[in-house]
């Protein structure tokens, strides 16, 4: 979203959705038998995507559950398991956020810094580096980082 000219970059949202729900489908065990479908929502102060997803021929194993029914009474029923589990969810996560900011493209480019600008006597000392000398470099790397570390 482009707050100056209010512009939202929906086929760039749209492709990320699709990007993390191959992931999820796949990890899932629900690639080939999976439709989802999924709409772009303004109707809050944050733009956000609601995803549905649905298997015609379900293919997730059977588990039994309390039911409470409409008068407070409970009784036993079979129903599909149907959470998702936290690692899965979190690496839909990943791959949503990893294609919205293009992470491909800044890791390329970190890596032509790397090949590139750096002399070959200069790649050669960091190959060489003792574990103790590379913690030290590494450590004062990380405190001259912003302390947002999104950025």
Do not use: C
């Given at each position: 979203?482009?707050?100056?000219?209010?512009?939202?970059d929906?086929?760039k949202?749209?492709?990320?959705?699709?990007?993390?729900?191959?992931?999820?489908?796949?990890?899932?065990?629900?690639?080939?038998?999976?439709?989802?479908?999924a709409?772009?929502?303004?109707?809050?102060?944050?733009i956000?995507?609601?995803?549905?997803?649905?298997?015609?021929?379900?293919?997730?194993?059977?588990?039994?559950?309390?039911?409470?029914?409409?008068?407070?009474?409970?009784?036993?029923?079979?129903?599909?398991?149907?959470?998702?589990?936290?690692?899965?969810?979190?690496?839909?996560?990943?791959?949503f956020?990893?294609?919205?900011?293009?992470?491909?493209?800044?890791?390329?480019?970190?890596?032509?810094?790397?090949?590139?600008?750096?002399?070959?006597?200069?790649?050669?000392?960091?190959?060489?580096?003792?574990?103790?000398?590379?913690?030290?470099?590494?450590?004062?790397?990380?405190?001259?980082?912003?302390?947002?570390?999104?950025?």
């Amino acid at each position: 979203y482009n707050p100056k000219t209010k512009q939202l970059d929906e086929a760039k949202l749209r492709d990320a959705t699709r990007v993390a729900m191959h992931d999820f489908t796949s990890k899932m065990g629900m690639a080939h038998s999976a439709i989802w479908s999924a709409a772009i929502h303004r109707n809050t102060d944050n733009i956000h995507i609601h995803v549905a997803i649905v298997e015609p021929q379900p293919t997730r194993e059977w588990k039994r559950v309390t039911v409470e029914g409409r008068h407070g009474e409970t009784y036993q029923e079979w129903q599909r398991k149907g959470y998702v589990p936290k690692k899965i969810l979190n690496h839909f996560k990943a791959a949503f956020a990893n294609e919205m900011v293009d992470r491909d493209r800044s890791l390329a480019r970190i890596s032509d810094l790397i090949r590139q600008r750096l002399q070959p006597d200069q790649r050669s000392v960091w190959r060489h580096q003792s574990s103790l000398d590379f913690a030290v470099r590494y450590q004062e790397l990380v405190k001259s980082l912003p302390r947002d570390r999104r950025l």
